[in-house]
């Protein structure tokens, strides 16, 4: 079953959502990156907290039926970076959110406020 960029953003956002995700921010990165269409950045208050977040995207993910191509840093939940193919999930802990400030590097992004 293939899952759409725009399905996936939303699964993903939703997933972030249900599990109290602090500041979720999607980027459409449509013309300026190869690597995605979007990118999701949130953040979580604890380690705990990521891996619960990264834990719902995932659940979400394989009940849609779409790929999961790679999850980094579940173990130090500090910066879980999950891969979905066309949607890129940033998940920090809040330190870690500030330090990095994907959202400024990616400046050239539109934010995505209706999914």
Aim: charged letters at 25%.
């Amino acid at each position: 079953m293939s899952v759409k960029p725009k399905e996936l953003l939303h699964l993903a956002m939703e997933a972030a959502a249900e599990k109290k995700a602090m500041n979720v921010v999607a980027l459409d990165l449509t013309g300026i990156s190869m690597v995605a269409d979007y990118f999701v950045v949130c953040h979580g208050n604890s380690d705990t907290q990521v891996q619960a977040i990264a834990a719902e995207v995932r659940k979400h993910a394989i009940d849609a039926g779409a790929p999961i191509r790679g999850i980094e840093g579940m173990d130090s939940a500090r910066w879980v970076l999950m891969d979905l193919g066309d949607v890129v999930v940033h998940i920090f802990h809040r330190d870690e959110r500030e330090y990095y400030n994907i959202e400024r590097v990616w400046s050239d992004a539109k934010v995505v406020t209706t999914v």
